[in-house]
Every structure is written in C-alpha cells, then in structure tokens.
C-alpha cells in the first residue's frame, strides 16, 4: 500500500489540480492512502474535507520578500514547518511527496529531501512561483502545464483537469446547455467570463452603458452568455441572445455552447479552453507579475487566441477585434484546431506516471 502526500494550496490554482490528482490515485487504487499538506488560512482548509480527503496542517511560512517583520521571524518559524512536515511523513509512514506550490509546498520539498523520500513538483503557471523553482532543483520529476515554463529539468505535461473537463462533449451537450441558458442551439455563442470574481473591464466592455458592445455581438447573428462575476452590477437588459449570469456553476454546459470565448487567462481557463480547442481572445488580468501575459503566450504563438491587454479592452476594440473574428468562420476553425494541439486532457494521467516513475526509481535505489 503506498501513501501519498499532497501538498499545496492557497488558491483555487494551486488546490485544483492537486484534487485532479488526488481523485487519480484514490480511482486506481482504492487501498492507497492519499494525504493533503496545507495551511488554515488557504482554500484547501475547506475543499479538501470536503472532496473526503484528511487535511494535515503546516504553518504558513512565506518567503521574505522585502526586510520587515515577517522577514525577521522567517529564520525561525520555517525550519519549524519542515519540522511539522517531517512529523506528518514519519507517523503516516509517507512513501512520496507531490508539490503543486504554495505556501505548503516548500517546507513539503525540503522535508521530503531530509527524509529520503522522493518528490515531485507541478507548476501550473507559466511564471513558476518561488516554492516550485527551489524544490525543482532536487525533485525527482519536474512538470509544467505549459511550454516555455522557467523550470530546471522540467518537462510539459500539462494540467491536471476537472473531470467534468476531461470528459465533456461539446456537441452532445450543445442542446442541453443551450436549454439550461435560455439560448437557441442553433444560433453561434459567444462567451464571456473574468473568473469567480468576474472582471470589470471585461464586464464594462460587454455590458450595459454607452459603448457596450452586446449588442454588436448580436447584430453580428450571435449570441452571448455573460458570465459578470458575483459582485457585478450589471442589470439584464433582458433581451433575446443574451444570457446574463452573476455565477455558473456548471462551467461544463457553458464551454459546451462556446463557439468562441473572451476571458482572463489564468493557468486553469487557459489549459481547460485550450484541452477542449475553443478559439479565444485572452485579456490577462494586469495586476501581480504578468503570469497570466505568459499563460496566454503558447495558446497565442499557436494561433489559438487572440491577446488583448486590459488597459487597451473596450466596446471599442471589442467591436474592431472581436466582432470581424464572428463572421471569420475559416479563421475560427484555424484556431480551435491550434488550441487542440496546445492543449491536453491527460495532464492529471501525466503527473500520475510522474510520481509512479519517482517511486520506481526510489526503490531501484
């Protein structure tokens, strides 16, 4: 029987395709014991118990980035954490570690090194956090979701995807969705989303207001789910073709109606539109250190997308850009094909074989 730690989190990024993989190994084999390393204070505090698997806490240490209190403590309070890690590995007899970044994942990387275990770094973005550039200098397998990724020895595998995502067909689904959104089947979609949270600029774009360019999306013969995020403002106009929602939580039956997207381009959106090859226009989110640019930029260089920043995306360029992109039906089938040879649903079986690899060789030696 082998037992698995998993660690990682903070975000939905980093708990995602951590559970991707963790659902993986229990499905393969249900006598494996599969753990999750994590902090109190990130997402996996709640959606890892609630995905049935036990949670084990380490202190959330970051690393200092700049002389300040939390810079002093730093020197005391991490080989503590590794301390915690190296407790979890010793009493739940751990066989291999998996790092997905995170504030787990660092002290997960150094205690497993200490410990002789072997371990194994997935990045999800293509600007690698801190965490995963240190333990790749000594992991036994480093994997990246995306082409280009600044990893030492790592290889492209993908991300691990929510099965709802590896298993979707668009076209068998088309009519179901189009029913759940209130849309005509018939009739090409154009959807729009800025994550959980919704984007204003986007939001602005597409919605209501001088400017707003919904209705050229409809005069153009299309139609256009609206996904405006929880917080948004934005009243329905209540016009037929327009699908507005605060929130979807079947994010499945909207790619399913997809024709073409607009959204931001964090690691999951992209790798999931790319896997399922929607032509896209990506606007990347400008705040943080430019990762989502740099998500985009494969799916970009392919021919899959479209790229407009932030601060250039209005009903303006939305109408310049995006409306002649409609009616361009040759172009958009050029791209759906390009983003099926940038994207993959067999990240999550890819990071498996990784660790089944690292174990191999862990006990050769």
């Known amino acids: ?27 393969r084999d249900p006598e494996a014991v599969v753990l999750v390393l994590g902090t109190r204070e990130g997402l996996e505090a709640r959606l890892v118990p609630e995905r049935g698997y036990e949670l084990l806490f380490v202190d959330k240490v970051p690393f200092p980035r700049r002389p300040d209190k939390a810079a002093a403590a730093f020197p005391a309070r991490f080989p503590r954490a590794i301390a915690q890690v190296r407790a979890h590995i010793s009493e739940r007899h751990v066989d291999v570690v998996v790092g997905f970044g995170g504030y787990a994942s660092a002290p997960a990387y150094v205690a497993a090194r200490r410990e002789r275990l072997p371990f194994v770094v997935h990045e999800a973005n293509a600007r690698p956090g801190l965490a995963n550039v240190l333990g790749a200098r000594r ?96 009243v329905d106009p209540g016009v037929a073709g327009y699908a507005l929602r605060r929130y979807v939580d079947r994010m499945d039956l909207a790619f399913a109606l997809a024709d073409l997207i607009v959204s931001r381009s964090g690691a999951a959106t992209v790798s ?20 989502q640019a740099l998500n985009a930029s494969s799916a970009v260089r392919a021919g899959a997308a479209l790229l407009i920043s932030d601060a250039d995306f209005t009903g303006d360029r939305v109408r310049s850009e995006v409306v002649p992109l409609l009616a361009d039906d040759a172009r958009r089938t050029v791209m759906a094909a390009a983003a099926a040879s940038v994207g993959t649903r067999t990240g999550t079986e890819n990071v498996v074989a990784m660790i089944d690899d690292a174990l191999r060789a862990s006990r050769r030696g």
Do not use: C
């Open 1 to 27: 029987m082998t037992t698995y730690l998993l660690a990682g989190g903070g975000t939905a990024g980093h708990v995602n395709p951590l559970l991707a993989v963790a659902d993986a190994l229990r499905a």
């Open 139 to 234: 992991a036994a397998g480093v994997g990246v979701a995306f082409e280009g990724t600044p990893l030492k020895r790592s290889r492209v595998v993908g991300m691990p995807l929510r099965r709802e995502i590896v298993t979707l067909d668009r076209d068998a689904l088309r009519a179901e969705a189009a029913a759940h959104f209130g849309l005509d089947p018939a009739k090409p979609v154009l959807l729009v989303f800025g994550g959980s949270l919704g984007a204003q600029r986007l939001n602005a774009a597409f919605g209501e207001g001088h400017g707003a360019a919904w209705r050229d999306v409809l005069d153009a013969g299309w139609q256009l789910l609206h996904i405006t995020g929880e917080r948004s403002e934005l």
């Open 272 to 291: 999931e539109i790319s896997a399922l090859g929607i032509p896209t226009v990506y606007v990347p989110y400008a705040v943080g250190n430019g990762e």
